[in-house]
T-cell receptor, first 113, second 111 residues
Framework: EPEVTQTPSHQVTQMGQEVILRCVPI?????FYWYRQILGQKVEFLVS????????KSEIFDDQFSVERPDGSNFTLKIRSTKLEDSAMYFC???????????FGPGTRLLVL | RKEVEQDPGPFNVPEGATVAFNCTYS??????FFWYRQDCRKEPKLLMS???SGNEDGRFTAQLNRASQYISLLIRDSKLSDSATYLC????????????FGKGTRLHILP
């Protein structure tokens, strides 16, 4: 069964450093998403991406965040200058159609020191 | 009022029992509804979509009540493996926060 994969599984970084989180969505999916979940809190929508551009973003997704689909398979989330409060689990998800089922990757646990 | 609200639980239920939980949503323009389950420190996984007519998948039944703006999940003959957090998910069109997760309801099935 096809699945969404994410790398790395864990990332530790110093405050102010840039991080890139990588995702490989399911191959025939057209909609891509990033979410985060701070420990003990709810899953929060960050951004959705379709047709090589951002289709929706939340207020969390500020200028420090960016997404790219550089090569037609990878989907990346970049945080330019990490803050302590960026520490969270980051989930990538993909879906075939909007408003329908999303399939989540296993997540990257980011710790900012 | 929170956009998607769930009783956080935990619900402690003996194995074999039936358990139900609700989720309320505030935006009447909501269009799609889902139940996901999330195991500790794992990713959310789709349990079922929720349709206006209600739908059933084995031991699980989901209902949508648009008039009262809630969805429900019923689990019959609960099993130990049902222990998880159940996330209510609501999506809208044309909003910044397009997909809203509830905080989840924790369910513990007791042997």
């Amino acid at each position: 069964e096809p699945e969404v994969t994410q790398t790395p599984s864990h990332q530790v970084t110093q405050m102010g450093q840039e991080v890139i989180l990588r995702c490989v969505p399911i191959s025939n999916h057209l909609y891509f998403y990033w979410y985060r979940q701070i420990l003990g809190q709810k899953v929060e929508f960050l951004v959705s991406f379709y047709n090589n551009e951002i289709s929706e973003k939340s207020e969390i997704f500020d200028d420090q965040f960016s997404v790219e689909r550089p090569d037609g398979s990878n989907f990346t989330l970049k945080i330019r200058s990490t803050k302590l409060e960026d520490s969270a689990m980051y989930f990538c998800a993909s879906g075939l159609r909007t408003q329908e089922t999303q399939y989540f990757g296993p997540g990257t646990r980011l710790l900012v020191l | 009022r929170k956009e998607v609200e769930q009783d956080p639980g935990p619900f402690n239920v003996p194995e074999g029992a039936t358990v139900a939980f609700n989720c309320t949503y505030s935006n009447s323009a909501s269009q799609s509804f889902f139940w996901y389950r999330q195991d500790c420190r794992k990713e959310p996984k789709l349990l079922m979509s929720v349709y206006s007519s209600g739908n059933e998948d084995g031991r699980f039944t989901a209902q949508l009540n648009r008039a009262s703006q809630y969805i429900s999940l019923l689990i019959r003959d609960s099993k130990l493996s049902d222990s998880a957090t159940y996330l209510c998910v609501v999506s809208y069109m044309n909003r910044d926060d397009k997909i809203i997760f509830g905080k989840g309801t924790r369910l513990h099935i007791l042997p």
